[in-house]
């Protein structure tokens, strides 16, 4: 099997972004825009490779050491972007992805598709093209007697007919990596942009008589990068209805899609009814036959088990609850791990955070946490246990199984007291 390598390109600054932060970094549906990319490349390549230019250094706190890294250290344009990544290459034999680092709504099949054709057709390059009602601010595919593949121009450097053309390069390419390279020292400087221009490869290798495919995108969306804030919002409203899209297909109820958001990592067991306004970021797991919602917000690292309720304007972050466990009105729990068959009473707090560590709060299965209660963590519920309406739990006052805790601050009710 010939070995696929990836090259991500991340070097530009992104300045229509009106941001400090590297326009890749930037979060689509709650990650930056380039763990997308490359997720994908990875899972297709032996070897990935990002180039960086500015703000390099916080891009690069994003990866870990799987990831090879080239740093662009002056932004001389995309052919000269991947010379940077050519000694990652050294004596590569295969080919060669190269995607844009702001392109996450690419999906994994379109890049199958694209390296099948290409390791079919024995090209030298195969790109992805699209369809765009307007074409504006992409290169144009030209091609002669509208068939065989004979250049990419720059919008810049178009003509008037060029730029009435709709089949725009999505930046997406395959290459044989021998071909590549060589072809790279061939691009002369684009004077107008004082840029080396990756798309020049094209018309090179046509000269040449070496073989050029395109394969056009199904859906045009998937290959358009994010340069502006809009395209942002745009890109996060997508990812999120075909998150959406993909749990109701797996049986889960979302009432509303429309004021849903779910991370795209997020799962969800069948029979799951989530109510609208209901935030659900990633790292979330929750089981089968839940209620979510209305009003509610679920934050990573939380797991909610079959059955259980969090109802409205509730919050839930780094914490687990159980099966049949019950938080049906407003409340937070931080840091929480909750029982089987608990009642969360209205209005309960964990206070978690000491002003210097995050505090775990244990509550045990079939406790009763009356309203209002405020749990001082670290602290421990037994099982069975039960707070009074406004109860303040003290901070390592844990409550013994089958106990109960009235007052400010709380104490255990005397032996013989009614828990009523």
Known sequence: MIQTGSIILAAGKGTRMKSEMPKVLHHVCGQAMINYVVD????????????????????????ESDIDIAIQTKLLGTADAIKSARSCFKGFKGNILVLC???????????????????????????????????????????????????????????????????????????RAQDLFDGLDKIKL??????????DIISIFVEEKKSVCVVKLDNPIEGLGINTR????????????????????????????????????????????????????NDVMIGKRCKLGPFCHIRPKTR??????????????????GEKSLMKHFGFLGDASVGRKANIGAGVVTANYDGKNK??????????????????????????????AGCVVPRQRNIPNGKTMVGVPGRIKPKGKSNE
């Not at 053309?165 to 930046?171: D, K, M, Q, R, S």
């Not at 709060?361 to 009074?388: H, N, Q, R, W, Y």
């Open 101 to 175: 680092g702001d392109v996450p709504l690419l999906k994994a099949t379109s890049i199958r598709k694209l390296l099948t054709v290409h390791r079919r057709s024995k090209s030298s390059c195969t790109f992805l093209s699209a369809e765009l009602e307007n074409p504006c601010g992409y290169g144009r595919v030209i091609r002669k007697d509208g068939n065989n593949v004979i250049a990419i121009r720059e919008e810049k450097d178009a003509t008037l007919k060029e730029k009435a053309i709709c089949e725009i390069n999505t930046g997406l390419y395959c290459f």
């Open 359 to 388: 505090n775990k709060t244990i509550i045990g299965d079939e406790a009763f946490i009356g309203s209002d209660s405020i749990l001082v963590a670290p602290v421990k519920v037994g099982k069975k246990s039960m707070t009074g």
């Open 190 to 199: 684009n004077k107008k942009k004082n840029e080396y221009y990756l798309t």
């Open 304 to 321: 909610i088990k079959d059955e259980a309720q969090v109802g409205n304007f509730t919050e839930v972050s780094r914490s687990t609850i």
């Open 40 to 63: 994908s490349a990875k899972a297709v390549s032996s070897k990935v490779c990002i180039v960086l230019g500015h703000g390099h250094r916080l891009v690069e706190q994003n990866f």
């Open 230 to 281: 809009k395209d942002l919002a745009e890109a996060n409203r997508i990812l999120n209805k075909r998150t959406l899209d993909r749990l109701m297909d797996q049986g889960v109820a979302i009432i509303d899609p429309g004021t849903t958001y779910i991370g795209t990592n997020v799962k969800v067991g069948q029979d799951t009814i989530i109510f609208p306004f209901t935030f659900i970021e």
